[in-house]
């Protein structure tokens, strides 16, 4: 690797602290048994079992973070980012010139790690500023694979998007195959930059549809589950509704009584509202993996079948 890369990639691991490795240790399970001792009578001892598990060990924290078979392959930090930044350079002018790592972390203490590259230029949606990302996400705990996909934040109202693409191509699993196919991130990453104009092209087109309270109502049923034209609901539910309906109102009376503001009401909501893990870079992982994710991606889809309709 280039030596100027080197360094590039040792500091962005220290910045975003990702400066560790995860070591695959084979795991034995302890347990009681009976041995003959030294005057041929038999004594207690502890005996080790093997298992076909092995232990994911964080060098830096000192903890497991999870188990696995034998034929996990692990892909640490240094050569993800190194690998990232060699695909940034491999790419055509017009694509590398555009990408600038801005944020990474390490969620859960280290089980998960993300990287956010900017793309140079911003998005317009009906006169929303969208600042757009590629990401990446890796797993340390073998919980899932390293994965491509496209971010944005809509600069009006700080809410976060992301969206990662579910066929194989944009993912790489942990197996054997794993260091073959990381020399394909370059060209997941270009597929990707090419999404996200196609997600501000989608938001464009979301912009120009109107809406109604029926479509409102459809919409807070199919994300959350609920709406308020159910009736004997709990008070939890309806505290959250009041919370629902008053993020989408926010947005619609900002952007317009359409589905780019209905969908934008449930970004807010997720980004701002929402409950996500108590943690460092908690949201975040909620946004990008987990409860928020899927509210934000029912709420695309939604917005994108009316269109189809």
């Known amino acids: 690797m280039d030596k100027n890369l080197d360094v590039l990639a040792r500091e962005i691991l220290i910045k975003y602290d990702l400066d560790f ?5 084979p795991s034995v399970a302890l347990r009681n048994g009976l041995t003959i001792g030294d005057n041929g009578g038999m004594v207690e001892c502890i005996e080790e079992v093997k298992t076909p598990y092995f232990m994911l ?7 497991i973070i999870n188990s696995v078979k034998k034929g996990y392959t692990v892909s640490q930090n240094d050569e993800i980012v190194e690998l990232m930044l060699e695909g940034i350079g491999n790419l055509p002018s017009k694509y590398s010139n555009t990408l600038d790592v801005v944020k990474g972390g390490s ?5 998960k790690v993300f990287l956010q590259l900017s793309i140079e230029g911003d998005g317009d949606v009906n006169g929303d500023v969208i600042k757009r990302y590629i990401t990446l996400v890796d797993s340390n705990d073998g919980s899932t ?6 971010g944005d934040l809509t600069v009006s109202c700080m809410n976060q998007f992301y969206q990662f693409y579910k066929d194989g191509q944009s993912k790489l699993k942990h197996t054997a195959s794993l260091n073959v196919r990381k020399a394909e991130l370059p ?3 270009e597929k990707q930059l090419r999404n996200s104009l196609s997600l501000v092209d989608a938001y464009n087109n979301f912009s120009r549809f109107d809406i109604n309270d029926k479509t409102i109502h459809r919409a807070v049923k199919t ?3 609920y709406s308020r034209l159910d009736q004997d609901l709990p008070t939890r539910v309806e505290n959250v509704l009041d919370t629902i309906y008053g993020n989408i109102g926010h947005q619609i009376s900002d952007k317009g009584k359409n589905l780019w503001g209905l969908h934008s009401g449930f970004t807010r909501w997720s980004t701002h509202d929402r409950n996500a893990p108590k943690r460092d870079n908690g949201r975040v992982e909620s946004l990008m993996l987990s409860g928020n994710y899927t509210i934000n991606d029912k709420s695309f889809k939604f917005a994108a079948s009316e269109m189809a309709v």
Do not use: F, P, Q
Request: no cysteine; charged share 25%; hydrophobic share 30%.
């Open 187 to 189: 060209s997941l990453i």
């Open 21 to 25: 490795r995860i070591e695959k240790l």
């Open 57 to 63: 060990y964080n060098d830096k924290t000192g903890e």
């Open 107 to 111: 969620i859960n203490g280290g089980r």
């Open 145 to 150: 694979g390293l994965s491509v996909g496209v």
């Open 223 to 225: 994300v959350y589950g």
